[in-house]
Structure formats: C-alpha cells, structure tokens
C-alpha cells in the first residue's frame, strides 16, 4: 500500500513539476538523470593525467616534468560549460541526487586511465585497489550549512565502484573563507594555510592515495591537502577531481 503511494505521489509530482534538463531545460523521460542524453554525451572527457602546477598533459601517463609531488586526475574541464552548470547545481544548489551521474562520468574517465583496474604511470602500474581514498573535508560548520560534503559523495561512490576504503584522517580545522570567492593564488595560499590536520596518522603511513575534490582551480587547497599527507608518511598521491579549471 505504502509503494502505491508513493508511485502514486511520484506521478502527480511529475505533473506538476515535469522533470527538466538541467542545462537545456527540455522534458526528461527519465526523471532521475537530470541531464538529457544530448547534453550528458556532450560533456567532453579528458584521457590522461596532469601536473598539478604546469597543467601539462601527461600523454601516456608519463611523468615528464618535476613540478609536483602528485599527479592531477581531472575528468572534464571546469570551461565546459554544461559540466560547470552541473557541477555548481551540485555543489551549491543542494542537488545531492546528481552524485550518480558526477560518479559515472569519473568512471568513464577513470577508464580511459587504467587497464585491467591497474593505473599506468611510466613503465609502472598500479592497482587502484592499492589506494585508500581521502575526500578532501569541509569545515564541519561549512558541512552542515550545505548539509553535505559533495567530496564525500563523490568519495563514496568510488568506494563502492572499487571496493577500496575511504579513511577520513584529514580535519580542516580552520573554517576559512571560501576559496572561489578569492581572486587571485596568493590570496587562496594564505587562505588555506595550515587549515588541516591529520588524525591517526598512522593510517595513512605507506600508504597509496586517492585524493577527492570536486573541481581543481588553482590547486592551493589540494597542494596544502598533499603536503601534510606526505608529511605523515603517505607515498603516491593521485588526486582525482571532477574538472579542472
């Protein structure tokens, strides 16, 4: 009876609230993808992994400079303009039932980096199921005025695609300005400076890393998340990101 119901209620709510493209704003038959086929296929995916500094593509997952001590996993491009509009509803407008479609779309992208679940990075591979994952956290006032972490879904979704562990060792213990409104990198280095802490650090020793963010900009927040993950101890860091701007 309780099932009928709530068909029932779903149907009338599709009446008089037809679902509607996010980006174009044209009738889903699918109510539950918020995207319609046209716009998710148009969203153009990247194919390889990046220096965090440069923003050099690494062909071939070769590490061919030495700007950095990670390597940047980007799907999209924060210039793509249907990917940015989904990711803001996301990430500002509360849309928490996106996760699925954001997970999906790292999914593809994470296929065009692994063979046979494995990364390839130079002459070496490894296997994702050799990482943990970490989402980059919130402040916890910051979480509960969004009501979510969006890393943390995102994180989450991963977990479960590959069965890897998320290890939630890394506090943001300053509830500093938000990083999109500065302006410029020197303003967003001062910003996120010594804003984390890691706790049970021994979790994390020797560890291979999968570090979670929703978009890269100018890399200050991640850069300060890898630089004291490698102060307790961790070895490869991968951070792995929706889009990168």
């Known amino acids: 009876m309780i099932n009928l119901l709530v068909k029932?209620?779903?149907?009338?709510?599709?009446i008089l609230f037809?679902?509607?493209?996010?980006?174009?704003?044209?009738?889903?038959?699918?109510p539950n993808n918020f995207l319609c086929a046209n716009c998710y296929s148009s969203i153009q995916l990247n194919s390889s992994l990046f220096c965090p500094v440069c923003n050099l593509r690494l062909a071939e997952n070769k590490k061919i400079c030495s700007h950095s001590k990670y390597f940047l996993a980007a799907?999209?491009?924060?210039?793509?303009?249907?990917?940015?509009n989904i990711i803001h509803y996301f990430k500002y407008e509360s849309f928490e039932n996106l996760t699925p479609v954001l997970t999906e779309i790292i999914f593809k992208y994470l296929d065009f980096l692994m063979e046979n679940g494995k990364f390839k990075i130079g002459k070496s591979k490894f296997g994702i199921k050799n990482f943990a994952i970490i989402p980059i956290p919130l402040?916890?006032?910051?979480e509960k005025q969004r009501g979510f972490n969006q890393s943390k879904l995102l994180a989450n979704g991963i977990s479960k695609k590959f069965n890897?562990?998320?290890?939630?060792?890394?506090?943001?213990?300053?509830?500093?300005?938000?990083?999109?409104?500065?302006?410029?990198?020197?303003?967003?280095?001062?910003?996120?400076?010594?804003?984390?802490k890691i706790i049970n650090p021994e979790m994390i020793k020797n560890k291979n890393i999968l570090l979670i963010d929703d978009v890269f900009t100018s890399g200050a927040t991640m850069n300060e998340a890898v630089k004291i993950l490698k102060e307790?101890?961790?070895?490869?860091i991968i951070a792995l990101?929706?889009?990168?701007a």
């Not at 799907?75 to 940015?84: P, T, V």
């Not at 402040?139 to 910051?142: I, K, L, N, P, S």
């Open 139 to 142: 402040h916890y006032r910051r």
């Open 232 to 236: 307790n101890g961790c070895r490869r």
């Open 164 to 196: 890897i562990r998320i290890i939630e060792c890394l506090k943001r213990i300053k509830n500093n300005y938000p990083q999109a409104k500065l302006k410029n990198n020197d303003e967003r280095e001062k910003n996120i400076n010594s804003c984390f």
């Open 18 to 30: 037809p679902p509607i493209c996010l980006n174009c704003q044209k009738y889903l038959n699918q």
């Open 8 to 14: 029932i209620k779903n149907v009338v709510l599709d």
């Open 241 to 244: 990101v929706l889009a990168k």
């Open 75 to 84: 799907a999209g491009n924060y210039n793509d303009q249907i990917f940015r």
